[in-house]
């Protein structure tokens, strides 16, 4: 077990958001991790847990431990109808994607180049093209912070919604994930509903799963910066849900307002296009700004911090609503806040 003093986590979150951790370890295996937290909780040093660091907004300081768990465990198992994959928490997810997508195996495909780990994709439930990870997801495996014993999750049991898990409700704060287990099939199950998704591949008549990710790489960068060269944290808001008769009421007066209605009755928008159409797209406000080819998305030029982030996020967020009456919600969790 080792823990490290006054940590710069600047580069480990992909929004390059200045951030001194007191302390800070990253666990590779199941025992490191129990003795870590039990130092913690012996020192009563508050525990913050960090992924990847691309769907987080940082504070300038962060007292007691920062966990990254960095188990890196990746094994496959047969059963007669599909393959699971076993992954630990430290796992890259992109990686995860291609190396499955490589092997023949369907389901995760959609979701290449998410950035992130896998242990944090159920916080979010990621999503893209259509798909999202609680569609393949079988069980999730936690550790108790405060006792260390570890228990395994069923994917109904995470309650995942839209964005959204017992990770970032019930559970928040109190669990650590150490592993997933995800429902793979050599059946081919190609999802090309999405827009531009289908038109990319007119080409292949029976795509393989390496080239579905492959397209969906090419789709997102064209669209969306990437952190390594332009900080940001993926789509900074998230899309709105609103009921079926107030979108009805706003494609009254923006007929060509992308909407996409919802079980339950509510219609799902586009918070891309709101802020598009406030004449947002490719603002800069000092040190952030709206990314010119995807309104969604804010970016980080360097020399901001957390506090000059939220205030460029609520200006955004308040002409979305003087024009069209919605609050927008930032989508990464703010840490400590
Ligand atoms: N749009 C605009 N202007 C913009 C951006 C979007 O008019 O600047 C319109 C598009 O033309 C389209 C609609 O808004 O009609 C939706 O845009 P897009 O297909 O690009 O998807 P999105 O809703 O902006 C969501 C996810 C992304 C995911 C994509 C693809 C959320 C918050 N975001 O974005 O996820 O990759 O769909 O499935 O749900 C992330 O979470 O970090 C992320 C990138």
Redesign the pocket.
Known sequence: MTIFSNVDLSAANTLRLPCQAERFAAPTTLTALRQTLAEACRKGWPVTLLGGGS?VLLPETLPGLVVRPALQQYWLSQRPGDVLAHVGAGVNWHTLVMTTAARGLWGIENLAL?PGSCGAAPVQN?????VELADTLQAVQVMELATGQVDWLSSQQCAFG??DSLFKGELAGSVVITQLVLRLSRTPAPRLG??DLAARLANSLTPTPLAVAEAVCAI?RE??PDPQVLAN???F???PLVSHQWAAQLLKEHPSM?HFPQEGGQTKL????L??QCGL?GMRDGAFGVHQ?????LVHFGGGDRQGLMKTADYIAAQVEARFGLRLEP?PRLVNP
Do not use: C, M, T
């Not at 990621?126 to 259509?130: D, M, P, T, V």
């Not at 080819?293 to 998305?297: F, N």
């Open positions: 769907n998410i990621i999503g893209a093209y259509g839209y964005r999405y827009g997102r669209k969306l944290a993926g789509s808001f998230k899309n992308p586009a918070a891309g296009w802020i598009d797209k080819h995807q309104a969604l998305v989508e």
